[in-house]
T-cell receptor, first 111, second 112 residues
Framework: AQSVTQLGSHVSVSEGALVLLRCNYS??????LFWYVQYPNQGLQLLLK????ATLVKGINGFEAEFKKSETSFHLTKPSAHMSDAAEYFC?????????WGAGTKLIIKP | ETGVTQTPRHLVMGMTNKKSLKCEQH?????MYWYKQSAKKPLELMFV???????ENNSVPSRFSPECPNSSHLFLHLHTLQPEDSALYLC???????????FGNGTRLTVT
């Protein structure tokens, strides 16, 4: 069965520090993977997507994610956190045209 | 302007009321979706419309009734809801099924 696991419901980092949000997946076929972000009182917005063209995917706002098949992971990173990055981040797996969602990770930025 | 507009933004209703949520997309997309977002739970897909074909999540109670009169508009009709139905209801659209989703800002529903 397909599944997505996000490790850590909350992640807290200092402004300027590295952001690392973890996502592991389970899929019986080559996956399409996505990261979405949800700012307070808004809907979700696509950050980036992996569709097998390149294992390192660059997204908006300085975020990137690396697909590692051997580790079944698709972790999201950003070298230097900004206060404006405070939001909830969702990892998702495309399975037969339906998205399977992780439970989300709330990113907290400390000044 | 997000491209996907949901109204109302907030709705409080009693368990015996009937209300409707509205979604409109200005992106020319062919697929539209209703999602339920509850605290500490993954997003739950409720309904999908794609080129007038409806794909329904079988676990959605019949007190939720979708309507898609054309490719730009999507409604969610609500009746005799339960307090556990309180959640953020998100509408999304995509060029086709399997394409990345564009979300509206949601309707925060509270059932009293």
């Amino acid at each position: 069965a397909q599944s997505v696991t996000q490790l850590g419901s909350h992640v807290s980092v200092s402004e300027g520090a590295l952001v690392l949000l973890r996502c592991n997946y389970s899929s019986s076929v080559p996956p399409y993977l996505f990261w979405y972000v949800q700012y307070p009182n808004q809907g979700l917005q696509l950050l980036l997507k992996y569709t097998s063209a390149a294992t390192l995917v660059k997204g908006i706002n300085g975020f990137e994610a690396e697909f590692k098949k051997s580790e079944t992971s698709f972790h999201l990173t950003k070298p230097s956190a900004h206060m404006s990055d405070a939001a909830e981040y969702f990892c998702a797996l495309d399975s037969n045209y339906q998205l399977i969602w992780g439970a989300g990770t709330k990113l907290i930025i400390k000044p | 302007e997000t491209g996907v507009t949901q109204t109302p933004r907030h709705l409080v209703m009693g368990m015996t009321n009937k209300k409707s949520l509205k979604c409109e997309q200005h992106l020319g997309h062919n697929a539209m979706y209703w999602y339920k977002q509850s605290a500490k739970k993954p997003l739950e897909l409720m309904f999908v419309y794609s080129l007038e074909e409806r794909v329904e999540n079988n676990s959605v109670p019949s007190r939720f009734s979708p309507e898609c009169p054309n490719s730009s508009h999507l409604f969610l009709h609500l009746h005799t809801l339960q307090p556990e139905d309180s959640a953020l209801y998100l509408c999304a659209s995509s060029p086709s099924r399997g394409s990345p989703l564009h979300f509206g800002n949601g309707t925060r529903l509270t059932v009293t």
